[in-house]
């Protein structure tokens, strides 16, 4: 305790800590230190045997230990030993020493930390002058807190700079204003039912324009077809063919188109241009090919 933190408060409650008549001096010291007003209470013996360390298992001083009100770090014997008045303990540890660590701070420990936190205080001072002095400077260097008339200068130039820009800005609002005004009479009167029957009439004008127009097409276009069928059905006609000297030979109403359709002596029917004759087979002759 001197070593690590030299400046603390100890005061010693001896008492028998081996034999018949530790418990009772063991109860006796730790009812005294419990009234002594301590912040912590240490109870340490060195190692020793079974026997030697037996006192501390005695019911009565595990009862004391449990009803004490002080904080209660019990190191008794070495890493191995294990006592039920250590078990009853607030903190149980290995050896004296440890207890003695356990309620102490180490004074190097200490310096160290002061150290640091002088350190950073000292930085701190430091970055703070710095700041202090670079704000210093800039109000020094300031050119408003130098020359006050030229801030109000300025400040003049940029209201009418505001000024000018407001002006223009609401100059657009009347002109876009206007547009939207224009644009919503528009509107109505598209929407009105007089512009939707002149509408109307404008679109049926239209339509029946449109529509005579197609219908005159349609029927150029369908007398053209009907000529052009005309003039194919006139010159595929039989009545054609037979005009230009040819004749229609028929046999038991059948058009003949070979000579071994008919037989010698058959009565065959003549179509020609401009009328109709009967004649009989006297003779069939066939061309070559």
């Given at each position: 305790l001197k070593k690590r933190w030299p400046m603390m408060n100890v005061t010693l409650y001896p008492a028998l800590?081996?034999?018949?008549?530790?418990?009772?001096?063991?109860?006796?010291?730790?009812?005294?230190?419990?009234r002594g007003g301590h912040d912590a209470l240490l109870l340490v013996r060195g190692g020793g045997s079974f026997e030697d360390l037996f006192c501390f298992n005695d019911e009565n001083l595990v009862k004391t230990?449990?009803?004490?009100?002080?904080?209660?770090?019990?190191?008794?014997?070495?890493?191995?030993?294990?006592t039920l008045a250590e078990l009853a303990a607030?903190?149980?540890?290995?050896?004296?020493?440890?207890a003695a660590q356990r309620v102490s701070r180490d004074q190097y420990d200490a310096l160290r930390w002061i150290e640091g936190a002088k350190q950073f205080l000292t930085d701190r001072t430091r970055q703070m002058i710095t700041h202090s002095r670079t704000v210093?400077?800039?109000?020094e260097n300031n050119p408003y807190l130098r020359d006050p008339l030229m801030w109000v200068v300025e400040k003049q130039m940029r209201l009418d700079q505001l000024s000018g820009a407001l002006e223009n800005a609401l100059?657009?609002?009347?002109?876009?204003?206007?547009?939207?005004?224009?644009s919503l009479k528009d509107?109505?009167?598209?929407?009105?039912?007089?512009?939707?029957?002149?509408?109307?009439?404008?679109?049926?004008?239209?339509?029946?324009?449109?529509?005579?127009?197609?219908?005159?097409?349609?029927?150029r276009h369908q007398k053209e077809r009907?000529?052009?069928?005309?003039?194919?059905?006139?010159?595929?006609?039989?009545?054609?063919?037979?005009?230009?000297?040819?004749?229609?030979?028929?046999?038991?109403?059948?058009?003949?188109?070979a000579v071994d359709e008919v037989r010698l002596g058959e009565e065959v029917r003549i179509t020609v241009s401009d009328g109709?004759?009967?004649?009989?087979?006297?003779?069939?002759?066939k061309t070559n090919g």
């Open positions: 800590v081996q034999g018949r008549d530790a418990p009772a001096s063991l109860m006796q010291a730790l009812r005294r230190a419990d230990i449990y009803d004490l009100d002080t904080f209660l770090v019990a190191g008794i014997g070495h890493e191995v030993d294990t607030d903190v149980r540890v290995a050896t004296p020493t440890y210093l400077s800039s109000y100059t657009k609002r009347y002109e876009m204003a206007c547009i939207r005004e224009r509107a109505l009167w598209a929407a009105s039912p007089r512009h939707a029957i002149e509408s109307g009439r404008q679109k049926l004008d239209s339509a029946r324009g449109l529509l005579n127009q197609n219908t005159r097409t349609q029927l009907f000529a052009r069928s005309v003039a194919l059905l006139d010159a595929c006609s039989p009545l054609q063919v037979l005009s230009r000297g040819y004749a229609i030979v028929q046999a038991e109403g059948k058009v003949v188109r109709t004759l009967k004649a009989a087979i006297t003779k069939k002759e």
